[in-house]
């Protein structure tokens, strides 16, 4: 099955900075690959997502990167701002639209 | 309002004692899942459905059960609890096709003492 390793587990960057949030898979039929932000106590919600048939998609602050060939896609944040800290996900899934595969979850913190 | 409801919000039970947690959405989204949320472990997929009558195992299925007998219904039982089963358990819904957005419900804390 779909094998999802996300990097790093924990990221701390000053008000400002840019982050980046890195997964890999294992699945070469994964096709679409989504991130989500999960704030304390509350649930997981879509901030971006892309499909295999594009290299970039950008979202004001946002973007993320797929490597196909590499099987990489990666999340980055630009300008983070403290409402930025949460945790973030990425996930996977392929012609079985009801299979995902999350990474394991990256906790960014966002310092003023 | 589009919603994925789930109830209870909070559970604490014992070993052995069955227990049912249920998701509603009305969306008419024809994808249900399963998730359980543990630190370090992410999201983990319990059991996912493609419509009625249609379910299959994630990738930690022991030890619970789904049925799918309404489009808008996926509860999920735990037929004899063990404390190893103390998560946090987030249901969610998907159109399914080109785009598998999933959208979450508020997530039940369950704790088998």
């Known amino acids: 099955g779909e094998n999802v390793e996300q990097h790093p587990s924990t990221l701390s960057v000053q008000e400002g900075d840019s982050a980046v949030i890195k997964c890999t898979y294992s699945d070469s039929a994964s096709n679409y690959f989504p991130w989500y932000k999960q704030e304390l106590g509350k649930r997981p919600q879509l901030i971006i997502d892309?499909?295999?048939?594009?290299g970039e998609k950008k979202d004001q602050r946002i973007a993320v990167t797929l490597n196909k060939t590499a099987k990489h896609f990666s999340l980055h944040i630009t300008e983070t701002q403290p409402e930025d800290s949460a945790v973030y996900f990425c996930a996977a899934s392929g012609s079985n639209a009801g299979k995902s595969t999350f990474g394991d979850g990256t906790t960014l913190t966002v310092k003023p | 309002e589009a919603q994925v409801t789930q109830n209870p919000r909070y559970l604490i039970t014992v070993t052995g004692k069955k227990l049912t947690v249920t998701c509603s959405q009305n969306?008419?989204?024809?994808?249900m899942s399963w998730y359980r949320q543990d630190p370090g472990l992410g999201l983990r997929q319990i059991y996912y459905s493609m419509n009625v009558e249609v379910t299959d195992k994630g990738d930690v299925p022991e030890g619970y059960k789904v049925s799918r007998k309404e489009k808008r219904n996926f509860p999920l039982i735990l037929e004899s609890p063990s404390p190893n089963q103390t998560s946090l358990y987030f249901c969610?819904?998907?159109?399914?096709?080109?785009?598998?957005?999933?959208?979450f419900g508020a997530g039940t804390r369950l704790s088998v003492l």
């Open positions: 969610a819904s998907s159109l399914g096709g080109a785009k598998n957005i999933q959208y």
């Open positions: 969306m008419n989204h024809e994808y």
């Open positions: 892309i499909r295999s048939n594009v």
